[in-house]
């Protein structure tokens, strides 16, 4: 039988070294559901919709990814609906109408939601029409500053070249 000693920095760097293994286990670990599903496609149908689902407890985590009771709940509830035979329109509604369009990643695009989808677009055209008329102003500037700067002859020279 082998026996170590340890001296104070070894024994600091393996209770480190236990506490960090146990400390990344428990955060990295992601809810475990025990859920059957019929068909692969289900279950790849069921782990989308959990995905583009946003837990309202946590609201920057989906529901896929939280630990939260409420989350597990909704995970459930998505499951029983794919086994009643619910869309997955159906499924994202009924969570729209309880939560409202927040709880969806990706809101759909309809009268209430158009202003949300839009506006990235219409920042780019307003931002892009204020650079040309900035880039334009800017030139007739300089055009006209240079041409203040003319001495009267050259003035009247290019007045008749104008002509």
């Keep these: 039988m082998m026996v170590m000693k340890l001296n104070g920095l070894n024994a600091a ?11 990344s286990s428990s955060v990295n670990s992601a809810p475990i559901d025990s859920l059957s599903f019929d068909t692969q496609a289900e279950e790849d149908r069921f782990k989308l919709l959990i995905e583009e ?3 309202v407890k946590c609201q920057n985590t989906s529901i896929a990814g939280s630990n939260a ?3 597990r709940d909704h995970r459930n ?12 329109d159906e499924i ?7 939560y409202g369009d927040f709880v969806l990643y990706r809101p759909q695009m309809d009268s209430r939601t158009w202003l949300l989808w839009g506006l990235p677009l219409i920042l780019v055209v307003a931002g892009i029409l204020l650079l040309i008329m900035r880039l334009r102003s800017r030139s007739k500037d ?6 203040d700067n ?3 002859e050259d003035q009247h ?3 008749e070249v104008l002509k």
């Design 13 to 23: 760097v393996l209770v480190l070294a236990l506490f960090g293994f146990g400390v």
């Design 53 to 55: 689902i946003r837990c």
């Design 69 to 71: 009771d409420l989350a």
């Design 77 to 88: 509830k998505v499951y029983e609906m794919l086994k009643q035979g619910k869309t997955d």
């Design 92 to 98: 994202r509604e009924w969570f729209v109408v309880r």
């Design 142 to 147: 300089v055009e006209q500053s240079s041409i």
């Design 150 to 152: 003319l001495s009267v």
């Design 157 to 159: 020279k290019l007045d």
